[in-house]
């Protein structure tokens, strides 16, 4: 059950962008689990991977293919071609040859990408037999199957679109997610695609991403896990009249913060798509000496089950916050000048509970499907946010019973 509003928004075409999609019967022949992006020859492609040692077949041969003037993105749901040895690499290998047969191109142009179960073959066959009918498919407006095609536990296809203007012409951006567990992302999050038709270089669009990632899917988390596949996309086709964005031009900070908009958008739809979530928390902790010690006293907390099952309950254990902040590893931490809210209701003041707390404000506050956790340390002026879910019995009962 997704926390909040998830409609899937009316997203325009992107010129340059073709998006095919079909059913291969991965694992499932309800929907379809295949999707391929073809771009534009003058196109430019800029991607961040898991940090995962055990990084999937698919990750490292994307990696590798991506300085290669990419063509293509082939995705598929069902199977995460993930702790398959040599085998799997060579079945990643294969699927991008089999598409560049169809496509006329060459297969060290292809970008493959795979999500679902860890540890099985990849059904390299199954691919190709799908594959040209995913490429007869083709389409500028494709972006709902696309969404669609590379969901697994998620309840709801994710997507966010966004235009701005740069010297009187129109930018497009579009971009789509998927993920609902297995998220602690790490340079990425699990599988995410955005595109513009923006001209811009392959440097400064790698720049433009890797920038917008730290501030977007490196700051969700749903259960702590940082996945075997984890990769974020950005295609730029290059066929907007707008002249080029420059580094340092005022067009590009334009760009930049489109972008990072799209990017955050995406990275809340997955937490409130959560595996089991009934509540979203955002985690907002300001006056730290540096970023790095918001990050890591807020994650401190969004990782906490005690935390996150108490919030599953309404149950305003305020302790269990403060027990999270007080192990997050923060260096010489005056107590007494730290403040902690639940919204606008502060629960810790002084180095104990707040004189004014009541349990019913409190719970008055839990009770709700958003909740602002808000921790001042008293110690600087840095301000980070991060965003987590609640713990329910669902999201043990899903991931108990995911292979079957």
């Keep these: 059950m997704a926390v909040g509003q998830t409609d899937f928004p009316n997203m325009p075409p992107i010129s340059g962008i073709q998006i095919g999609t079909t059913n291969a019967g991965i694992k499932q022949t309800v929907r379809d689990d295949l999707l391929i992006f073809q771009f534009s020859e003058t196109a430019t492609c800029a991607a961040v991977f898991t940090q995962n040692a055990f990084c999937a077949a698919p990750v490292v041969l994307a990696r590798k293919n991506l300085t290669q003037s990419p063509r293509w993105l082939l995705i598929n749901s069902g199977n995460a071609n993930a702790g398959t040895g040599e085998q799997g690499m060579q079945d990643a290998i294969q699927t991008c040859d089999d598409l560049a047969k169809i496509t006329s ?30 490429v007869a498919n083709f ?13 697994t536990t998620d309840t709801f296809p994710k997507g966010v679109t966004k235009t701005i203007l740069l010297n009187d012409e129109t930018i497009t951006i579009n971009g789509i997610s998927k993920g609902a567990g297995m998220i602690q992302p790490n340079m990425a999050t699990l599988l995410s695609f955005i595109a513009t038709d ?20 490196n700051r969700i988390t749903v259960d702590g896990d ?10 730029a086709s290059g066929c907007s009249n707008a002249p080029e964005i420059l ?8 760009f930049a913060s489109a972008i990072l908009d799209v990017m955050k958008a995406l990275a809340e ?8 979530a009934t509540k979203l ?90 909740i602002l956790i808000d921790v001042k340390l008293g110690r600087g002026e840095f301000s980070q946010t991060v965003l987590t879910c609640d713990f329910s019995y669902d999201y043990v009962k899903i991931n108990a019973e995911y292979r079957t």
């Design 281 to 370: 928390m955002r985690i907002v902790v300001s006056e730290a000496a540096n970023d790095a010690e918001a990050v890591q006293v807020a994650k401190t907390i969004a990782h906490s089950p005690l935390v996150k099952t108490a919030f599953f309950a309404s149950d305003p254990n305020w302790g269990r916050i403060l027990a999270a902040v007080g192990r997050a590893g923060v260096v010489e931490m005056e107590l007494d000048k730290i403040r902690i809210y639940l919204d606008d209701v502060c629960i810790v003041r002084n180095g104990g509970r707040a004189e004014d707390y009541t349990e019913e404000a409190g719970q008055a506050v839990m009770n709700q499907a958003e």
């Design 139 to 151: 389409s500028e407006n494709n972006w709902k199957n696309a969404a669609t095609a590379i969901m």
């Design 198 to 217: 923006a001209k811009i270089s392959q440097p400064l669009l790698q720049h433009c991403l890797a920038s917008a990632t730290e501030l977007s899917f």
């Design 247 to 254: 580094e340092n031009s005022e067009s590009y900070q334009i």
């Design 105 to 134: 191109g060459q297969k060290q142009h292809v970008l493959p990408f795979s999500t679902g179960v860890i540890g099985q073959s990849l059904p390299v066959e199954k691919i190709k037999i799908a594959l040209p009918k995913a």
């Design 269 to 276: 739809l997955i937490v409130r798509d959560g595996e089991g």
């Design 226 to 235: 940082t996945s075997t596949n984890d990769a974020c996309v950005l295609m």
